[in-house]
């Protein structure tokens, strides 16, 4: 579904992204590991076009998006979901005309087919009886079901999720994998996690990629990562400062 060839982006003369190779299968969830400052949310960015290459290419099924025009790129933008670490509500929005928003913004749905889709969303998220409340009102967790709900109400075919568990507990870090995972199953979308959650988040991962030095080093199924030999793999996983990784 999305490929990424020869990936480069440097800001202000420092390089970050220095050649990144990797293809995210479609329908399945990738998570993307790596030290902090490594450029993972860098790479995030690049998929959806929110950031553009200074050389390489990004394909989105078969069409090369670095080479797009901006209403071509509104065109892709379209297939994309997505979580951000703080869930980004609207606070003077309450939490129903939060994930209602992009469908009145974007779509000329009737009201009524609006208000259906949404109170379906909320309730999938398990916030069917908090669409009332405002963000401020939510604990982190249900905030980040709101920010989830927001991200599906489009039916995107690809959903990215920056730090999906930032700030939570390890309760509620669980809570929100295993419902990225069951929206996974229900909607179909891929999905591509960036997470310092480790090992858990490898429990709803197809596939786990770890970004080091610029590069992707690793690509493989979690349970192939957990025992890879790589020394990058091996630092990383048991937190050695010492090591072919960087340390930024």
């Not at 069409?63 to 951000?84: C, H, M, N, T």
């Not at 401020?136 to 709101?146: N, P, T, V």
């Amino acid at each position: 579904m999305i490929r990424v060839a020869n990936l480069h982006k440097s800001f202000r003369g420092q390089k970050v992204l220095k050649g990144v190779n990797i293809e995210f299968a479609r329908g399945k969830i990738t998570t993307i590991v790596g030290t902090s400052g490594c450029g993972k949310t860098v790479l995030l960015k690049h998929l959806n076009a929110l950031l553009l290459p200074d050389k390489g290419e990004i394909f989105i099924d078969s069409v090369d998006i670095s080479k797009l025009r901006q209403k071509e790129l509104y065109q892709i933008r379209a297939k994309f979901g997505v979580l951000f670490q703080g869930a980004a509500l609207l606070d003077s929005m309450s939490v129903f005309e939060n994930v209602g928003f992009p469908l009145r913004e974007k779509t000329k749905m009737k009201e009524s087919n609006i208000k259906k889709k949404v109170a379906d969303r909320l309730e999938q998220v398990g916030l069917g009886e908090m669409g009332h409340k405002l963000p401020a009102e939510l604990s982190g967790g249900m905030r980040k079901r709101a920010g989830l709900a927001r991200a599906l109400i489009m039916d995107p075919e690809i959903v990215l999720f920056d730090e999906p568990t930032t700030g939570l507990d390890p309760v509620l870090a669980t809570s929100i994998h295993q419902l990225i995972a069951r929206t996974q199953e229900a909607f179909g979308f891929t999905g591509i996690i960036v997470s310092h959650t480790i090992p858990q988040v490898f429990e709803i991962s197809d596939y786990v990629a770890m970004l080091a030095n610029g590069v992707v080093e690793e690509l493989t199924p979690p349970e192939v990562f957990c025992s890879s030999q790589n020394p990058i793999v091996q630092q990383f996983i048991h937190g050695k400062t010492e090591g072919p990784i960087q340390v930024l």
